[in-house]
């Protein structure tokens, strides 16, 4: 037999074990240790778009709304921004 099964929450960080409830097929897909978890990640989803990276080229979830300094998120992290910026020689706060 195998042991206790259990995973993290990476909604709210709990460790959360299976339940005979839990077919071994959807303890597999479970993520969240509740439905309002997966509920609240759901929603941070809402509002993002995928895109593509301007320096990386790699795909990633953006903000679909304009940031603090009123442009579009165009690179996958911080990292690539600072890069992207230091490729045209350009200060950290970088204008779109
Ligand atoms: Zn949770
Ligand atoms: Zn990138």
Same mark, same amino acid.
């Given at each position: ?32 240790c ?10 941070? %989803? ?8 301007e ?10 709304? %304009? ?30």
């Amino acid at each position: 037999m195998d042991g206790v099964e259990s995973k993290i929450c990476p909604e709210c960080g709990k460790e959360f074990f299976r339940t005979p409830e839990d077919k071994i097929q959807s303890w597999k897909v479970r993520k969240y240790c509740c439905k309002e978890c997966s509920d609240k990640h759901n929603r941070h %989803l809402k509002g993002r778009v995928l895109r593509i990276c301007e320096n990386c080229g790699k795909e990633y979830m953006a903000r679909d709304f %304009l940031t603090s300094t009123g442009c579009y998120q165009r690179f996958c992290t911080v990292e690539c921004q600072h890069e992207a910026a230091r490729k045209r020689k350009q200060a950290f706060q970088e204008r779109c």
